[in-house]
Structure formats: C-alpha cells, structure tokens
C-alpha cells in the first residue's frame, strides 16, 4: 500500500499552530483560565486538521498564494506568521469558541489577498 507524504507546508502550519497551543497552555496554567486553555486545545485540533491537509487544499493554496510558506532545504517549509495572523489567533481567546477547521479558515481568511 501506497501511503501519501505530508506536504511539507501543512506540516509547517501544523508546528506554527502546535507552537501557538503551547503558548496557549502555558498562560493557560500561568493564568487559570479555562477559556484561555480551550483556545489552546482547539489550537491543537487545527494542528492535528493542518497535518492531513492535501497540496491542493483551498487553505494551503491561499496561504501559500499570500506568500506564508518559505522553502527551506530537504523538502521542508516554514510557516511566515504576519500581524493579521498574529491577531487572528490572538482573538481565540476571546469571543466565541472555534474548533480546529473554523481555526484554519480564520488564518486563511487573515492572509488576504496575495
């Protein structure tokens, strides 16, 4: 059986959201806010979403059509985060609660137009 290779810019949106969970979680304990860690785990489920994104996802092409993902060596990708990204997430924490694929078309949305 023939099994898919992550695209290697889904797995850079899945670090950047992975890294931002951590964040998350630790002001959550830091803060004991409940809220604050419910934002950190439905960070954690756009992470887990963004891993099994296909190159021809409307959220990869966006993102990589606003210029998000920068080539690095071996086949990998790094996620470029702007203020508008910034503040998309930063906005999970207040407000209404979003799972992980409303998270995914947040940042899309966030990127703009290329």
Known sequence: ?????PDARALALALFLRRWAGAFSFSA???DS??????????LDAAQ???????????????SEAGHFEPMP??????????????????L????TFDG?????VIASASGPP
Do not use: N
């Open 1 to 5: 059986m023939l099994t898919r290779r």
């Open 29 to 31: 304990d830091a803060l």
């Open 34 to 43: 409940p809220d604050t860690a419910l934002a950190g785990m439905a960070l």
């Open 49 to 63: 979403r963004a891993e099994q994104l296909a190159p021809d996802d409307p959220v990869i092409i966006v993102l």
């Open 74 to 91: 071996g086949g990998h990708a790094r996620f470029v985060e702007t203020v508008e990204i910034r503040h998309a997430v930063l906005r």
């Open 93 to 96: 924490i207040v407000g209404r």
């Open 101 to 105: 694929g409303q998270i995914l078309a």
